[in-house]
């Protein structure tokens, strides 16, 4: 049967479907590369237009951030992102449908167990998504990326995040307009004692001495109380 559901297209490859279950309500989406394949128990939607995967924004911060209001999205047709703390690929699943086949999705994440479910899960579905079984503290481990990357996307929960981000960013951008930098900060990994909020502009400090202009800071509350977003341009 033919859907009468139609999705609006809110950024490039991000979508606004309506619930089928409620159709008062709408949903966030993306356009599965992998039509008939879900990867962590997400709904789906048929519309006019294909097959979506709802985003749930409580179990990916983009996905929150979008809903609250991110402004710049530069992820699209083509392009390539390193993306540090891949776990088992909820996130990732939804950039490899807005980069297409054409795009690419260096995913990296130092937990053995963790990337072979991410593997079995997710990588061996997905023809744009690769898989780096290593520590991000370690860049070394994946030169062969070198020159290739215009989004870096950082989720890592580490103390010294923002660092490890920084030296990623610096090693692997190709050079162009767009490099920027997702970055998802965790306060309580950070400083659990500290007021979050005094915790988010220390790491805009430190982005802006390793030479990033923040375009952005999003808070992720309601659907996440610990972490806020950023996004950060670098200047060449
Ligand atoms: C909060 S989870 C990431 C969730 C994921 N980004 C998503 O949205 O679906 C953090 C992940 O980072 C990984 N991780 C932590 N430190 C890391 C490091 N130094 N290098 C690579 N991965 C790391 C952890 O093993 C964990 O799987």
Redesign the pocket.
Known sequence: MISLLSAEEIFEGVYRVPDPRNPEKKLIATCNLTPGRTYYGEQVIKTREGEFRAWDPF????SAAILNGIKFLPFRAGVVCL??????????SHISDIVGETGKIFA????SR?AREFVEKVAKYRKNVTSII????QPERYQSIYGTVSIV?C????PDQTE?AIANCKRFFAGGSESILFL?V?ASSIDALKNKRLVFEEQIRILKVGGFATLEKIDLEPYDRNHAMIVARAAH
């Open positions: 179990r990916s911060k983009l993306y540090l703390g891949a776990s088992t690929g909820t996130t990732v990296v994440e130092m937990a963790v290593a520590d991000a503290r996307y989720d890592i929960a580490q490890i998802v965790k």
